[in-house]
């Protein structure tokens, strides 16, 4: 079990500014994510598109911003617990809350920050008779080009980054036994470039794409050994596979969120607008996943409020103390902090 006096929920732009804040407050913070990197939304739906309404930054690509927020966080020394999704939150006797992840790990904090946006990124999947069970074993949402020598994989999606896997895998040197390409249209959503590129290989053999939806698994002693395909023209095909590959791109879930304790309102965690604390306490939310009235889902909407909430965490363990106002600019305590000293 690991203790801390702050755990956030979420490493997108108003988790890592989170951060920053408690830090300014002398609250070092764990942050979980179910991304396997930092930076949630911008990173996932906006990494290369330009951002015009950061404070002080004209123009700045999600990319520019979560480096830029990663770099204003790193003298706080976060610790990042990334590709996991918190699936439990218990209120212990002492009024500390007990955190468990996906991956069995556990906090004990008496403050959780909610930054989640609009949900955790999870990726889609299939709904197949069956698939459940060999998630993680022949199933995966991940491409494992390393497992795929000498093996029958299937990847399901139309992407640029289902695509460019099936084209890599395809022409590397070491060799999957065959490499299937399943999408339930002829279209692939691709450019020109990389949609001639992954034709040309299928022309030479080394790939195939197959139009179809998949149906259901084939299993020998609990072992997948095919997938069933359904075609457009109503056949059933049966492909030989030992790994699928399911690459269908990532959609936000409100995920176990709604079983937390927190007031909800539409799917969004209520909070007062002094505290931006929720109605169980401890747990603050901030950014998209928070309602209040007047709120806009803006980036700027959510540093602002994640400023407030360290200000509450801080005033919550500290009980009875005064929490001074300081400036960056003239104070030698948030300069120590910062590392400037």
């Known amino acids: 079990m690991i203790e801390t006096d702050a755990l956030i929920i979420g490493a997108g732009p108003v988790g890592l500014f989170q951060v920053f804040e408690l830090g300014l407050q002398d609250i070092h913070a764990h942050v979980v994510d179910v991304l396997p990197h930092v930076g949630g939304q911008c990173i996932e739906l906006y990494a290369d598109k330009p951002i015009y309404d950061i404070p002080g930054l004209p123009r700045s690509t999600g990319r520019e911003l979560v480096e830029r927020l990663s770099t204003q966080a790193a003298p706080f020394k976060p610790t990042f617990h990334l590709g996991q999704q918190i699936t439990q939150v218990e209120r212990q006797d002492d009024r500390r809350l007990r955190v468990t992840s996906s991956q069995g790990i556990t906090w004990l904090t008496p403050c959780l920050?909610?930054?989640?946006?609009?949900?955790?990124?999870?990726?889609?999947?299939?709904?197949?008779?069956?698939?459940?069970g060999l998630l993680n074993r022949q199933i995966?949402?991940?491409?494992?080009?390393?497992?795929?020598?000498?093996?029958?994989?299937?990847?399901?999606?139309?992407?640029?980054?289902?695509?460019?896997?099936?084209?890599?895998?395809?022409?590397?040197?070491?060799?999957?036994?065959?490499?299937?390409?399943?999408?339930?249209?002829?279209?692939?959503?691709?450019?020109d470039t990389l949609n001639t590129a992954w034709r040309s290989v299928c022309e030479q053999g080394e790939g195939k794409f197959q139009v179809g939806q998949v149906i259901n698994l084939d299993l020998h002693d609990g072992v997948m050994t095919h997938v069933r395909l359904a075609t457009p023209s109503g056949e059933t095909l049966s492909l030989a596979c030992d790994e699928m590959w399911i690459m269908l791109?990532?959609?936000?879930?409100?995920?176990?969120?709604?079983?937390?304790?927190?007031?909800?309102?539409?799917?969004?965690?209520?909070?007062?607008?002094?505290?931006?604390?929720?109605?169980?306490?401890?747990?603050?939310?901030?950014?998209?996943?928070?309602?209040y009235p007047g709120k806009r889902k803006l980036i700027v909407s959510g540093f602002h409020e994640a400023t407030l909430a360290a200000f509450a965490a801080a005033a919550q363990l500290r009980p009875g103390q005064k929490i001074p106002l300081q400036y960056t600019?003239?104070?030698?305590?948030?300069?120590?902090?910062?590392?400037?000293?």
């Open 113 to 132: 920050f909610i930054a989640t946006g609009v949900g955790a990124f999870l990726p889609r999947t299939l709904a197949v008779p069956g698939l459940d």
């Open 140 to 191: 995966f949402h991940i491409a494992r080009p390393e497992s795929a020598q000498h093996r029958h994989v299937v990847i399901v999606g139309s992407d640029s980054h289902a695509v460019q896997t099936a084209l890599s895998l395809a022409s590397a040197q070491a060799k999957a036994a065959s490499v299937t390409l399943v999408h339930r249209r002829d279209a692939l959503d691709v450019d």
């Open 249 to 291: 791109g990532l959609s936000p879930k409100l995920g176990p969120l709604s079983h937390w304790g927190p007031a909800l309102e539409r799917k969004q965690v209520v909070v007062d607008t002094e505290r931006f604390a929720t109605s169980e306490p401890g747990i603050y939310a901030v950014g998209d996943c928070n309602t």
């Open 329 to 341: 600019t003239a104070s030698p305590r948030l300069h120590q902090l910062l590392g400037l000293l």
